[in-house]
Each structure stands twice: as C-alpha cells, then as structure tokens.
C-alpha cells in the first residue's frame, strides 16, 4: 500500500509564477491616453510584495548600516557666481520694489481688528428687519414680480424675460 504523506512531511515547491511578480504592463491598449501624472522614472522597488521576513529584516540592516557610514550628505555649493546674483536681487527689491499687496492686506486687516476689539462691544435689541433681513425688496420690485407673476395665467404662457438660457 502506498504511504500516505502527511501536510508537514511533504516538500512543497511552488512554481516562479506563484513566487515573483509580473512584469509590469505598459501601454496594452486599454483605456484613455493621457500623460503621465508623475514625471521621472517608473522603477519603483516592487520587491516588497514578494519579500520574506528574512529578506525584510537583511534590507533594514544594510539601510542602518549606510545610514551610520554616510550620516552627513554632501551639500550643493553655490557658486561666487550664483550667491552674488542673488545678493544683487535681494538688494534691488529690498529697494525697488514695494511690499507686495497680499501683505498690505493682511496689515490693515489686523489693524483693523486691533481697532474693533478696543472699542466696547454694546448689546443691541433684535430687530427683525435688520437680523433677518426679511425685507428685501422695495415696493416698486414687489410691483414688478406681481406683474410678471400675471402674465403666467395662461396654459401655455411663459415669462418674457429669459426666454433662451
């Protein structure tokens, strides 16, 4: 009689197809063309879906390895060339140009909130008209609205005004 294998004993291969990733599709056909959202280049590390916890915890040594051999990144150095245009554009709108409108803005708006919030603040008594603001129209508007109101009557009657949107 054959012997019978049990889930522990048997040697599981699994096929590349179930282990690595497939190539990545490009350009198949399907959908709308469009640019690209990203500029740059597409080779992200896709390794992360495939890696095993051994894998992982090897990625993070090496990454804490490089980190304390190179702790201090070279800096880009400016050239005399560069830092003085940039010394010459700082000083000329120092100078030349005034303080931009949004800043003006901003000023006179915290001036003018210093200013309200010295004066006393006084209670007032509700008035309808003035919180509600319930009467907005005059007497000749309410005139006009009922007399377009009444060229409505008919079946097949519609206001004169707007007639094509």
Do not use: C
């Not at 959202?37 to 992982?56: C, H, N, V």
């Not at 509700?126 to 009444?150: G, I, P």
């Amino acid at each position: 009689p054959p012997k019978e294998l049990t889930p522990g004993q048997m040697d599981v291969v699994r096929e590349t197809w179930m282990t690595e990733l497939p190539p990545t599709l490009q350009h198949i056909g399907l959908g709308a063309r469009t640019f690209k959202k990203r500029a740059g280049p597409e080779s992200k590390d896709r390794s992360l879906w495939t890696d095993t916890p051994a894998d992982r915890e090897r990625k993070l040594r090496e990454r804490l390895e490089g980190k304390e051999s190179e702790e201090t990144e070279p800096v880009p150095q400016l050239s005399h060339k560069e830092l003085q245009m940039a010394e010459k554009v700082s000083k000329y709108n120092e100078t030349k140009r005034g303080e931009s409108l949004i800043s003006l803005h901003e000023k006179q708006m915290k001036k003018r909130k210093l200013d309200e919030g010295a004066k006393p603040v006084e209670r007032r008594a509700f008035d309808r008209d003035q919180d509600l603001q319930v009467n907005k129209f005059d007497e000749a508007q309410k005139q006009r609205l009922l007399k377009k109101s009444q060229e409505l009557n008919t079946r097949f009657g519609h206001s004169k005004e707007k007639m094509f949107l």
